[in-house]
């Protein structure tokens, strides 16, 4: 089983910046591409962002120039740079990854999720 931990989240004033953090631990073979999306109150779960296991990234409009992603495949953990954040970013920030399992003598992939971590933009 893997799991994925999220941190780093709390209560930010709007301009300012956070760091996520989306750890990944268990047994697994390779995590592939990994990605953050969010939830508003009300609101259905959107995309944020994601980066493949090459480094590729790709982002909401909603965050682009404002928000940077990357990851360390040694320590298997991606993170999530916020910066400028305003108060429509406020949501539950969950991390998500697409990972390879040996399951006997085949591999396969699972889509996981972490418990996420809110994140609150207010003055």
């Known amino acids: 089983q893997v799991q994925l931990v999220e941190s780093g989240g709390g209560l930010v004033q709007p301009g300012g910046s956070l760091r996520l953090s989306c750890a990944a631990s268990?047994?697994?073979?390779?995590?592939?591409?990994m990605g953050w999306y969010r939830q508003a109150p009300g609101k259905q779960r959107e995309f944020v962002t994601l980066?493949?296991?090459?480094?590729?990234?790709s982002f909401a409009d909603s965050v682009k120039g404002r928000f940077t992603v990357s990851r360390d495949n040694a320590k298997n953990t991606m993170y999530l740079q916020m910066n400028n954040l305003q108060p429509e970013d406020t949501a539950v920030y969950y991390c998500?990854?697409?990972?390879?399992?040996?399951?006997?003598?085949?591999?396969?992939?699972?889509?996981?999720w972490g418990q996420g971590t809110q994140v609150t933009v207010s003055s």
């Open positions: 980066i493949t296991l090459s480094g590729t990234t």
């Open positions: 998500n990854a697409v990972v390879t399992r040996i399951n006997g003598l085949q591999l396969t992939d699972d889509d996981a």
């Open positions: 268990g047994r697994f073979f390779r995590l592939n591409t």
